[in-house]
């Protein structure tokens, strides 16, 4: 156990420098110094080796990478110069809104795609199974701010019960949180998303783990069907969304980002956003090396919640 | 050895499950017409109503978008400000968008350029994924280690994430398009080509052909790649749905193709003020194509991954 832990944390780290290398020479073809950012486009050719001589951007590719590399260990993601901000600081000043929309869609589409798993296994081939089906498989097989527009649609232009976009009074995470009429519409969004692909995989495993002689045992000893399913079932069934919580990061954080360009909710997707309109590429680099670690994060902390969780999966 | 089995039917003594040699019926009952693997897939996936039915609009959508200008002439070239945004009427049968160009010829021209897209990126990911896996699975030891660690690595990376990075410079054109969709989408057919080779070189009737004298070059044509095309195939669709739902992304987020050339990726980039001005024609029937064609292509690709795994086929 703690052998596949080890050796697993290890590839993560190999993985991780793969992301980082990536992104360097990634950010390098794209724009090999923020020159022009700051000096504009009428800056002669002497002030521009000027200042990458003294910005060190004259420097070899090893050494700009070993230094990239140094940066990012101590959390230094470079400067943003047509933010003037150091990218860091802009990450800590909306990372927490858009964790808290992901969290809370996260936390939604699981309430919601467990039972309706559940109740379309056992129910399996039903006429409710059949629909359900297709609504999963129609969201699932749409482009998330579609559905988002729809629901502007509906709650905001046609019944004006909800706001089409996130007010500009929210400017902190706490703001984020006390004012869930705005924040409704885009949680919902994302959540339905999800709840697509969660409930397709809920309602396999629910009907593996039906199938199982445990379950046949406790309706053999006359357990109510209710007893049954909250019992037994739903743990064992719940098993494989572990995994997949930890596998859906990047799907969520894609999704993060279009519902928050579609609502207007500040938070590191609107920045990323804007930092592709802008070219900022500092920024840019530093959101793809980041959802890539959390990438890396989710699926090492998904295989070793698995073998924590299932006493059937014993690495050694 | 043909002498000796020869010899067994001449004495009578069939074992069960041999060969019918002689040609008459065999004594355990009637053995049907066993048709190729292709054929009994090709049954397999007619026998799924809802697969043929994905397979028909998706047909109808190539009819639709390729054919369909031939039929509906509209000018999708110049602009017509005094008639834009108008809502549906006899002459403009989905109304025009904003540039006063006719909604229903631009969602056939935008379709074109989004199965193109499609299609395109497909190929191309499916292309480079082959070849990669195979040459990592056959090659096995470091070199596979080595060319896997990449691919882990690349699929770390969020696919939308580096993709609109790129969009940046590369988004103008549909083969700029489609090689950017296509060079972030080989990753997972290449995981899926390498673990049906590996899984190939150990199987018997591959280790046997080996036995039997066949050469390298008959064991990859003739038994490893026509073992490993299937997974192949159902994955082209997948990639397929992928790349028309990522440059519907693209559009929204504006980095389309560049004007005059249009996807509906494209045509869905002003849908927010669209539906906050009312213009309900310059969203939702675009909308719609580009969902019932996401939602055949993921149905196909269920259907053929039922159909062409032997395992998953009902007897």
């Not at chain 1, 190999?14 to 800056?43: D, E, M, Q, R, Y």
């Not at chain 2, 369909?68 to 070239?77: A, E, I, R």
């Amino acid at each position: 156990m703690t052998g596949y832990i080890i050796r697993r944390l290890f590839t993560a780290v190999i993985v991780t420098f793969g992301i980082a290398a990536i992104a360097f020479l990634l950010l390098h073809a794209l724009s090999s110094s923020p020159v022009n950012a700051v000096l504009g486009p009428k800056a002669t050719p002497q002030a521009i080796k000027a200042w990458n001589k003294t910005h060190g951007y004259d420097r070899s590719l090893i050494a700009q990478f070993l230094s990239y590399l140094n940066n990012l260990l101590h959390l230094n993601f470079g400067y943003s110069y047509k933010e003037g901000q150091s990218v860091t600081a802009l990450f800590d000043e909306n990372a927490g809104r858009s964790a808290y929309l992901s969290l809370a869609s996260l936390f939604l589409a699981l309430i919601v795609a467990i039972p309706i798993g559940i109740a379309q296994a056992v129910k399996r081939n039903s006429v409710g199974d059949y629909a359900v089906t297709g609504v999963t498989f129609t969201l699932y097989s749409m482009p998330s701010f579609l559905l988002g527009l729809i629901l502007i649609q509906i709650f905001a232009l046609d019944l004006h019960v909800l706001p089409a976009l996130v007010g500009d009074n929210i400017t902190t995470t706490w703001g984020a949180i006390t004012h869930p009429l705005e924040l409704l519409l885009p949680i919902v969004t994302l959540a339905a998303i999800t709840v697509a692909s969660f409930s397709r995989y809920m309602r396999s495993s629910a009907l593996d783990a039906l199938a199982q002689d445990y379950i046949r045992l406790a309706r053999a000893k006359g357990l109510s069907q209710r007893l049954v399913l909250t019992r037994h079932l739903l743990r064992n069934a719940c098993l494989p969304m572990v995994t997949l919580v930890g596998l859906s990061i990047p799907a969520l954080l894609a999704g993060n980002l279009l519902t928050e360009v579609l609502f207007n909710y500040p938070g590191t997707g609107l920045l990323f956003w804007n930092a592709l309109g802008n070219e900022d590429y500092p920024i840019l680099l530093a959101y793809t090396v980041i959802t890539g670690v959390l990438t890396v994060i989710g699926n090492l902390l998904a295989d070793i919640a698995v073998t924590v969780a299932d006493p059937r999966i014993r690495l050694g | 050895m043909a002498e000796i089995g020869a010899e067994q039917v001449v004495e009578g003594v069939p074992s069960f499950g041999s060969p019918n040699v002689s040609g008459s019926a065999p004594e355990g009952g009637e053995v049907g017409f066993v048709a190729s693997g292709w054929r009994l897939a090709a049954r397999e996936f007619l026998s799924n109503r809802l697969a043929v039915v994905a397979l028909a609009l998706l047909l109808f959508f190539v009819v639709f978008c390729f054919i369909g200008p031939l039929v509906y002439h509209t000018d999708q070239s110049f602009t017509n400000v005094l008639a834009s945004d108008n809502g549906p009427s006899a002459t403009h049968l989905l109304g025009t968008d904003d540039n006063g160009f006719d909604e229903l010829g631009r969602i056939m021209l935008g379709g074109q350029t989004a199965l193109e897209i499609g299609f395109l990126s497909a190929a191309i990911a499916t292309l480079i994924g082959t070849v990669y896996g195979a040459v990592a699975g056959l090659a096995g030891g470091l070199l596979d280690g080595f060319m896997m660690r990449i691919v882990d690595v690349m699929l770390s990376i969020p696919f939308l994430f580096i993709v609109l990075v790129l969009a940046t410079k590369y988004s103008a054109t549909v083969l700029e398009e489609s090689i950017l969709l296509g060079v972030f989408s080989w990753l997972v057919p290449a995981r899926l080509v390498r673990g049906e080779v590996l899984t190939l070189r150990t199987r018997d009737f591959v280790i046997a052909a080996r036995i039997m004298g066949g050469t390298r070059r008959r064991l990859v044509l003739r038994h490893l790649i026509p073992n490993a095309l299937s997974v192949v195939i159902v994955n082209i669709t997948f990639v397929i749905a992928d790349s028309i739902l990522a440059l519907a992304y693209l559009g929204f987020l504006g980095f389309g193709l560049q004007y005059p050339a249009a996807s509906w990726g494209d045509m869905l980039g002003n849908a927010q003020t669209a539906v906050s001005s009312g213009y309900w024609w310059l969203v939702y029937p675009v909308g719609a194509c580009l969902v019932a064609v996401v939602m055949s292509c993921n149905l196909i690709g269920d259907a053929l991954r039922d159909s062409l795994d032997v395992r998953l086929r009902r007897r």
